[in-house]
């Protein structure tokens, strides 16, 4: 068996090859499996290839985070332009979009390229405890590329426990053509997979980097538990939410993890989208002005206003979060949103075309409010769970420390004020659709856009027409 070797490293610090092989470049652009996992060296790069296929354009480069938001009400079109997500803000996809192809191919490329990896190193002489380590990183980048096209693809776990059609479950290398057809697993049987890979991740997964760089582009424990705390809120399992941000999040502030690398709540907002190794980010994919996210894929070119950006959309001010009264002026989160010639936009990712910005996959805030929700939700009658308000009350205080603390009345009030809290802290990292169909909400109506009830066809995605093609047994959504 052969198998491609990436040329687009991660980061450079991460690649740092021995003297011979500097000396002595093999030129093929494919190696035979024995000499691909031969050391340890050749083993961490196909490892670092893993994480560079999740950054792909279609993926955390930025096209996920933005197919994610743009499907909710938080923004408008400007553009109508059918390349970038157009059809997903107007909820008008069939199978053969371009996204819904190339996002599809994209995701299951990069988890046949962990299939790849975890199957290579296993079978590699490099020691046990390299082994476990990178077969561990392989499974996180498999669980997270599977839990991103179960929010594209398939109905939310919720409804119906999991037991509607999820995605093409395929856990072993596809390295030849004939071995195509494969039915959908079930919603609960590809979160089961998801999990179990956590699991295994986080067992072996280091505590931490002393780089500082690769603590944050790099799995470790927190990052597998981080992401728990997500995928469990997705499957509404909420005393699960609990025990693994339990792990992360203390009981009372200071807000900082006694895990290494002891993530924390950031003091400073905009501080976490300029300092890219900062206390709060535990997971981001990393771009420079030679590795870009690649034309049209960034954060920066769908919400920035030209030169910065391609203002793709513009903040949606008129039943938007932004036009939530609660969310003051004095808010320091206002500070990215940025009027130009009119209209609002959102710049949280402020270099020319993305072209240096990181994109944050985690943060600590996300995983604060994970918990929180989870703690709400879990409280006994309508009890207002105290520990989740004081987290609820510290991010908002963070970016407003004059805001006086909320007091709901009720646990649902709770609840209420946590979900809209999401919405202004997480505004443009890619939450909204799975906060509006794990909750089984409608879409709002935005614009010209009707609103999307929970059992319209468009609700979810439609499979890919190319899998479709090639795969007999995979089944399309129903009224497609």
Known sequence: MKIKILSLLLVA?????????????????????????????????????????????????????????????EFINETNNAVTAWLTWQHNLTASANEVQSFWSSAYATINRANVVIDGISKSPISAASKAQFIAEA????????????????????????????VVLRLTPQ????????????????????VKDLNEAEADLPANYADATLRVTRAHKSTAIALKTRVYLNMAQYGNVITEANKLVPNAAPWTSSMAPANALNASIATVFTNYTNSEVIFSMPFTALNTPGTQNGLGWYYNPGPNGGGEFTVNTTNGIAANAGWTAQDARRSFLVVSSGKTYLRKWPNPNNAADWNPVIRYAEVMLNLAEALARNAQGTTVDTRALAILNAIRKRSDANIADFAPATKDELVNLILTERRIELLGEGFRTSDITRTGSSFPAKGTVAAIAPAANQYVWPISIAELLVNKLCEQNTGY
């Open 139 to 166: 499974k996180f980048v498999r669980a997270t590329a599977y839990f991103m096209l179960l929010q594209m693809y398939a109905r939310p776990f919720t409804d119906g426990a999991g037991n509607k059609l999820g």
């Open 13 to 73: 610090s991460v690649f740092v090859a021995c003297n011979k092989e500097k000396l002595e470049p093999i030129p093929q652009t494919s190696l035979s499996e024995a000499v691909a996992f031969s050391d340890e060296a050749r083993c961490l790069q196909q490892v670092n290839g893993v994480y560079t296929q999740l950054k792909a354009g279609q993926l955390y480069a930025g096209r996920y985070q933005v197919y994610q938001d743009v499907r909710g009400e």
């Open 175 to 194: 390295t030849s053509s004939g071995d195509d057809n494969k039915a959908r697993s079930t919603v609960a049987e590809v979160y089961t997979q998801i």
